[in-house]
């Protein structure tokens, strides 16, 4: 990733201090545009006063024909309303956790944290809520800080770490407002969008950024279940702690992604990310139908060839020492569609039905993107050095790999 660290914007420490942050962006500079008035000199030539006063008046008369400039751009008063109509519909979400005190070792329940969610649907008196795995990991309970400030209890519906998403449901009674998606794949770069979200706690909930798309990237995120490539949207909307979970939305109002990561480096600004929205559809209604996403696995456990010593790849693999692309079989799960298929470990996967794989992450994104649970697929490996097709039917998948 040329040194470039990605860290999920996270939920919001409950003892983080934000008063410093508060204080420091009360500091600013105030630009007051001023009136200059210019007097003419009374000598000269009455003749070309009268042709002055003329022609100005002519200017006059051309320009009250011209349309007044609004006191406001539509644009900007578009990007109002739909703040607007989607603000009621961002809440806070707090994850609760068993704490031992330091002193009697007693365990009591804490909130250990906040970030952000997005009402997207309600059901009768059930509406539920989409936020970031990375909010609720962890948690022993959930709840949910609606607009008016009162807290609720949450029950969680379906998590997934490898999109970062998760889902919620809350009793709906007390919901007003229920946002939409739009399509994220009609975003264009400098189209202009808001973060919607709760930065460094509570206190700040519901606080609008606002920004442009700065780009469409595939970035390497680490999650509870391994690297993974997300596809992301690129904005300069601020995202700070807390924002996770959030609202990114068009000028329509639409929620078009789900705020999630930021640029972790020192002194870089203006750089955060969001999850598509159509990206993010798809894993919800799954979580919603499933409580997880059905993906389908191979059941071995694997290693990045490049990690392995040359010396090991050339002993025990049967490589050329400068032999670094493929995934190497550390361990078949027994009664795996693997272990049906008779790979074992020291197996070097370098193919998918003829696609090349350099490493686990591309391993991962073909098999959870191109293929489907019950898909026979073809296995290109190296076994000993030599190369050795093997055909393969995919399970739904239960077990890390």
């Excluded at 600013?28 to 009374?42: D, E, F, N, Q, R």
């Amino acid at each position: 990733m040329n040194m470039t660290e990605y860290e999920y914007a996270g939920r919001s420490e409950k003892k983080r201090s934000f008063f410093p942050f508060l204080a420091a962006s009360i500091i600013g500079a105030v630009i007051g545009s001023g009136v200059t008035l210019y007097m003419a000199p009374t000598l000269g030539i009455q003749q070309h006063a009268e042709k002055k006063e003329t022609t100005s008046q002519q200017e006059a008369v051309k320009s009250s024909a011209l349309p007044l400039e609004p006191t406001a751009s539509t644009s900007n008063s578009n990007m109002v309303q739909a703040i607007e109509n989607v603000a009621d519909a961002v809440v806070g979400v707090i994850n609760i956790q068993q704490q031992a005190d330091i002193f009697s070792g007693a365990s009591a329940e804490q909130d250990t944290g906040t970030g952000s969610g997005v009402i997207f649907k309600k059901a009768g008196d059930v509406a539920y809520i989409v936020t970031n795995n990375h909010v609720v990991e962890g948690a022993n309970k959930v709840e949910v800080s609606l607009p008016s400030g009162e807290r609720v209890k949450a029950t969680i519906v379906g998590t997934d770490p490898l999109s970062d998403l998760a889902v919620l449901k809350i009793n709906g009674k007390n919901v007003k407002k229920v946002a939409s998606f739009g399509d994220s794949s009609t975003l264009r770069v400098g189209e202009q969008v808001a973060a919607i979200g709760n930065p460094l706690g509570l206190d700040l909930s519901r606080t609008v950024t606002e920004g442009i798309v700065s780009g469409k990237r595939t970035i390497s995120v680490s999650t509870s279940e391994g690297e993974w490539e997300l596809n992301v949207i690129q904005t300069d909307a601020a995202i700070n702690p807390g924002n996770s979970g959030g609202a990114l939305i068009n000028s329509a109002g639409q929620v078009v992604g789900i705020n999630s990561l930021k640029i972790a480096q020192e002194g870089i600004e203006g750089l955060g990310f969001a999850l598509p929205s159509q990206y993010v559809q798809p894993v919800i209604e799954q979580l919603m139908e499933y409580g997880k996403v059905k993906r389908p696995y191979l059941g071995v456990n694997l290693r990045d060839l490049s990690e392995i010593p040359a010396e090991t790849r050339f002993e025990q693999l049967g490589l050329p020492e400068n032999e670094t692309n493929g995934v190497v079989v550390t361990a078949v799960l027994p009664s795996s569609p693997a272990a049906e298929a008779g790979i074992q470990a020291k197996d070097v996967i370098v193919a998918i039905n003829g696609t090349k794989v350099n490493n686990v992450s591309e391993l991962r994104k073909y098999l959870y993107t191109k293929t489907k649970v019950g898909e026979k697929i073809q296995l290109q490996i190296l076994r000993d050095g030599k190369s050795k097709t093997i055909l393969l039917q995919l399970k739904e998948r239960q077990e890390q790999q």
